[in-house]
């Protein structure tokens, strides 16, 4: 792939990359690593991406390096969550938006990744099957799961109709 195109996308894609990686590994270190890994794989291959698939398949390399990462022996350190709001982003965070950060950081990885990619990055529930190589229907448990236990975090337990 040429260095222009993949210059492209790093602008475009890079701060989501990061905060996929971000979500997956807690580390602001190592999410930086995946990103740039992900990014050299690029320059150093010479592989087509479909136009419009470009994202999707970046994230999809990202969550795939997050795994092998995961895996190795060397991966320990953790960091709070939050902080993937302070990195790689534009957007700010207000108060009444830190405590949803709060609840979402206390998920277990598999569902914090799922929410992540389906409420911040916008990724419909076949794309994240995709992505993060699993069924259809496990997003959805997921993702039921995850709201669950953010309505019980965030409301006390009592029931939610909305």
Do not use: W
């Not at 894609?13 to 050299?40: C, H």
């Not at 709070?80 to 405590?99: H, L, M």
């Not at 992540?116 to 993060?132: P, Q, T, W």
Request: aromatic share 10%; net charge negative.
């Amino acid at each position: 792939m040429n260095n222009e195109a993949v210059l492209r996308f790093f602008d475009a894609y890079a701060d989501d990359a990061f905060r996929l990686a971000y979500s997956f590994l807690g580390s602001k270190p190592d999410a930086e690593d995946v990103v740039q890994d992900v990014f050299v794989k690029l320059i150093r291959s010479d592989i087509t991406i479909n136009r419009g698939k470009e994202k999707s398949y970046i994230l999809t390399m990202v969550a795939n390096r997050c795994r092998d990462v995961l895996q190795s022996g060397d991966f320990v350190f953790r960091v709070p969550f939050e902080d993937a709001t302070e990195v790689g982003s534009d957007n700010q965070v207000d108060d009444e938006d830190s405590e949803m950060f709060a609840a979402v950081s206390q998920l277990p990885d598999k569902l914090r990744v799922t929410i992540h990619l389906h409420y911040y990055e916008g990724y419909s529930i076949k794309e994240i099957a995709d992505i993060l190589n699993i069924a259809p229907s496990a997003v959805s448990m997921r993702l039921t799961r995850a709201k669950e236990m953010l309505r019980k975090n965030l409301l006390g337990g009592s029931s939610y109709a909305g």
